[in-house]
Structure formats: structure tokens, C-alpha cells
């Protein structure tokens, strides 16, 4: 091989391989053409693993003159399931719509409604650098229930949501995503967690 190789030099890419530090935030209006509010960030503790899939349906294409060319794209519809190592009955109330009685019991009605949050969450990657993720509008169903009795070995019982990731009506988002080593990301990172992230696109 030639001393003078002039080969350009390629990008290492690094997986992800952790999820910690979820964060949501109640979403209290998101009218069309104006800014989403939320509720403060508050912290979801004990998170195991989070499954995302896309389930917005397939583009709807028209081939007109020998080509493809007038594509609608559908709206942006994802499916998540969240794995904890528990989801306390409070951060169920918090997270379903449930009440709460004075005595500090939930109580799940069956007019309640799940409200729509905004999810937040770092992924450790191979190379120590964290993945920064913002999901701006989802709404869960009630976790599985299931109580198992204690055995010889050892049986841990976790809480799985399921979350539907939508965008907002107010700015047509769905998600936001960068790794911590970004160049441009350094004045963001000490505040992206503060609230769900507002992009700046000023130049």
C-alpha cells in the first residue's frame, strides 16, 4: 500500500448500548400555530428498556409520465414500550390520569383518560457519549398487572407501558435527537433536559 495514500479518513460510529435518566413532562396545550406548554419535567426512575416502532403507514405515491411524483407522507405514529423495574402507583396516577384520595390511595375510574406527555431520556453509546432523545407528544395505557408468587428461585416482576408517540398539532414535531459530542450542541446540553427542547433554527 502506497505511503502517499490520500484515502479520506472515515467516521468511527458508535452503538447505543444503555437508557437512563427519563424524564416527562405533562403537556398542557398544543394548539395549531402556536407553542406547546408543558407542565415541569419531573424524573421516571427505574427505567429498563424502551422499544420504538414506526407505524405511520407507508407514503401514498402517484406515478404520473413515467415516475413517482406527487408523495404524501403520513403523519408520524410511533409505538413504544417502556420497561420499568416498577412504576410506583403515584407515576401510575401521574402518567394515566388517575385520581389520587386524601388518604393517598389511586383509584382507576373508568372515565379516566391518559393525559400526553412529553418523554426525554439519555442512551449510553460504546464510546461513553450519551444520546440526547426528546419525544414531544405520547400518551400510555395501563401497564401489565401481573403479581407472581414467590418461588425457590427468584421471579422479578417489572411494569411495561405502552406509549403512542404522535407529533404536536402546535409545530408538527415528533421527536428530537443529537449525541453530546455535537460541536453545535455544547451552548444546549447543560438546559436540553430543563423542558422539552425548543429548536432554534436562526442562523
Known sequence: MPDNDTTPAVNEVYSTIGLRAIVVAKLLTDETDSTPTY?????????????????SGEPDAQYYDDGEHDVVLPDPELSGTIEMADLPPEKQALLLGYRVDKNGVVIHNADDKPPYFAWGFKSKKSNGVDRYVWYYKG?????????TTKQKDLNRQTQKLKVTFVKLNSTGNARAFVDEDSEAFATAKATFFNAPYTPDFTT
Open 39 to 55: 407542565d415541569p419535567v419531573q424524573p421516571l426512575i427505574g427505567a429498563i428498556d424502551l422499544d420504538v416502532s414506526d407505524n
Open 139 to 147: 400518551r400510555c395505557t395501563m401497564p401489565q398487572d401481573k403479581h
